[in-house]
């Protein structure tokens, strides 16, 4: 167990340095321009002294992201429980949700962005819009597989929800490029825009580090459940 553990700790560190490796060698060798690609060293001290910066935007995309994903759970979830129980439900909008889920958002995030302003409102719509698919797909197959018992279909949820949590984070940075003046999605345009590449690439490195902060959420709800999750099947 505890070798795994190492096992899992090191290998990404390892990955991760050997990235980092590249990287440094990459602007060293071609020479190449702070504004194209900084190097990790320009990022690291844009990461420090910004810092107050890239936590506070980052806390408004976490919030984001955190409500829209709640949204969808309070809304997908009893909706998956009744198209899984109802065969006319399960006819009529069962098809309709596989199709609708592969429309890219982003198309749709202007359309939300005139109907409900720049505000916060557009921002929960469309985190709310990604993570509600996968939620609600995920459910349904799994209550109808077994639609006696829904404590065997959380599995699927928590898969469901996994999904739906990265993709939440998403969500709100298209939300906050199409129309915000806050976040981590409009602090990366902004100095994209001002040509402060390695502030661009501190936000990239903030918006990774919320992704996983947000999954790991997900990860201990997860564990939390697990008393109640069915045990995992024998290898043989």
């Given at each position: 167990m505890r070798s795994r553990l190492v096992?899992?700790?090191?290998y990404p560190l390892a990955g991760v340095a050997l990235i980092i490796a590249v990287w440094v060698l990459a602007c060293w060798f071609f020479n190449i321009?702070?504004?194209v690609l900084p190097s990790p060293d320009k990022v690291l001290r844009s990461l420090i002294i910004r810092?107050?910066?890239?936590?506070?935007e980052g806390w408004i995309t976490l919030k984001e992201t955190l409500y829209g994903f709640v949204l969808a759970l309070v809304v997908g979830l009893p909706l998956a429980v009744a198209i899984a129980n109802s065969r006319p439900l399960n006819l009529m909008f069962y098809p309709l949700l596989i199709a609708l889920q592969s429309v890219?958002?982003?198309a749709l995030a202007p359309m939300i962005l005139v109907w409900l302003g720049t505000g916060l409102e557009s921002k929960l719509a469309i985190v709310w819009l990604?993570?509600?698919f996968p939620i609600i797909v995920d459910t349904a197959a799994g209550l109808r597989a077994t639609p006696k018992e829904l404590l065997a279909a959380l599995p699927f949820i928590v898969t469901g929800a996994k999904v739906a949590i990265t993709l939440a984070v998403i969500g709100a940075v298209i939300g906050e490029f199409i129309g915000s003046s806050e976040g981590l999605g409009f602090l990366l345009l902004s100095a994209t825009s001002q040509?402060?590449?390695p502030l661009a690439f501190a936000a990239l490195f903030a918006l990774s580090v919320l992704g996983i902060f947000a999954y790991a959420l997900v990860g201990a709800?997860?564990?939390m459940m697990a008393p109640w999750l069915p045990p995992a099947p024998a290898r043989h």
């Open positions: 096992s899992q700790l090191l321009p702070t504004v810092s107050d910066l890239l936590f506070s890219p958002k982003v990604v993570a509600f040509l402060d590449t709800g997860e564990r």
